[in-house]
């Protein structure tokens, strides 16, 4: 059987609480006030008068509160909460700060030992909690690294068209997403390298985002998603678009340093999202482009049919930069059906 412990406050009969130890960490009292008068008691024995005081006044059959002339309540040394209240804040208010918790926000005492032994905070929880808030600040100023505290999970290219697809369908089903895969509703209001950063492949459940029923594969301040080639089929009801990103003919914009790619697939049966594979690569090219090539070499399509490109011709720029490396000035028409996959092999190319 377990023995119950008495309350630190001499001449108290009350035992501790059995829930105290949430309350008063070093579990000594049977309630709050009677903390407070132990710890306020050990740190200065002088201001053991204020019990005395109380005794006083209840064995003259009056209320602790000294401006008060009712009698207390039974079993209690105020004659009602509030009463008890008002003299606690009231001692409490004459603490100096050392006797304070040294946790932000707290009011309590201090708790201090029977040797008289000071601690810097109420209780064991206080402690903790100060050194967990203490090492988060401190965490703050020191410089870290992203990669640090990032939890390893697959690469785009890890990833297979099946699982691609199951995680764009249980997105649209219910809104799940495993992991490594971001959701990016907003993806055609902001430029890729707002997104994923040059040198990493990031794999995204996008909005697929509409104008006048065509998709709008425009994006702000003269750039816009051009489809390369047609759409290939990657499954059942599964297709599959590669996508280069670019600036819009006539745009005034300075080309940025990186150049990115994405593979869209969609299935036929999700007409709001897609997924995608998305990577960027720093541009070398930039300083042996001329003014004319970077302010007109880019098509200004930005929208796409359910169709897609014209049947049968992919153009291709023999002087083209690295990141236009599929726009061109001559056409090739496709002969026959192995010429096509062909093509389509080139284009479905890696960097």
Partial sequence: METRQSCALPDCTKYIASNSSYRNPENVTCSELHYLLVMAGRFNPDLKIFQLQIRERNSSGHCGLTSCTHPPSADDIFCSRDHRLEWMCCFASTFQPEQRCKLEGCVRHVFVREDSKREEFCGWRHTQKHVMLSAMKCRVQIPCKKEDFVISSPSASEFSVEFLVDALRKYADGGSVPNGIQVEPNFFSKHPWDIC????????IVALNFNKGKRNNRTKEGY???QQGQPKNRGSHVKKRYFTYEKLKGSQVNINESCYHMDQYTVDD???YSIITL????NTKIGNLSPNTINDEWLSSDTVDDNDAPNGIIHQDADASEHNFYSNIFDVEYSNDDEVMLLEGLLDSPW
Wanted: charged share 40%; proline share 6%; glycine share 12%.
């Fill in 197 to 204: 950063e040059v040198g990493q492949e990031c794999v995204l």
């Fill in 224 to 226: 816009h998603w051009k």
């Fill in 270 to 272: 999700i007409d709001k």
């Fill in 279 to 282: 990577k960027g690569k720093p």
